[in-house]
């Protein structure tokens, strides 16, 4: 962009929600109405990919969930949601490397940026806070289907995470996705006419 790493023509947004709530859903369309998306999921997976710091970093300190020489997500996460102790040092090795990256990308964008975090951190940095609210039900049958996993590990990290009420208290405004697709749409581009287009 022409205007990338000017402040001055940037508007930079958090996006928060519990894992399984719909930010994907949400940030597509803000993506389809001209947003830039940073996605601290994605770059996750990038700053644990193969060789990286982080990678090495897992190998090193998770050493019963190494399969074939790499790091297995699956084993990681049934680990670290039954371990604090796991779940500590898993968020200190990645968060640090995910918080560089969003802010070297952030810095490097124009226009209007979506920061879009499962973890909410440095929340303070950005000039509005959006939420994506779904009821929990919801949230733990898609997380079974999606990740393949049973119940009670579902429930396990979704425990672990920011309650419901947390993140409505930090956020100024919350986006309701109780699953019509069309009601999420038409909420997310009436926010974007008063927020971001006037």
Not at 46 to 73: M, Q, W
Not at 113 to 121: F, K, L, S, T
Request: charged residues 30%; hydrophobic residues 45%.
């Amino acid at each position: 962009m022409a205007n990338a790493g000017s402040t001055a023509s940037k508007k930079v947004f958090a996006l928060i929600g519990g894992i399984a709530s719909g930010k994907t859903a949400v940030s597509d369309i803000f993506a389809d109405l001209g947003a830039e998306i940073v996605d601290a999921d994605v770059i996750s997976r990038n700053v644990t990919a193969p060789n990286s710091e982080g990678e090495k970093a897992l190998i090193k300190h998770f050493p019963d969930c190494i399969v074939d020489g790499k790091p297995d997500r699956k084993l990681i996460k049934q680990k670290v949601f039954n371990d604090e102790a796991a779940l500590k040092k898993l968020n200190d090795i990645t968060h640090p490397l995910i918080i560089k990256e969003i802010h070297r990308r952030v810095s490097e964008a124009g226009g209007v940026i979506i920061v879009v975090m499962p973890v909410p951190v440095e929340l303070r940095r950005y000039s509005v806070v959006l939420n994506v609210y779904t009821p929990i039900e919801q949230r733990i049958e898609r997380l079974i289907k999606r990740d393949n996993i049973d119940k009670e590990l579902a429930q396990k990290i979704m425990a672990a995470q920011m309650s419901d009420e947390q993140a409505a208290a930090v956020s100024d405004f919350t986006f309701i996705n109780d699953g019509d697709k069309e009601k999420l749409r038409q909420s997310v581009i009436k926010w974007w006419n008063i927020y971001v287009e006037n």
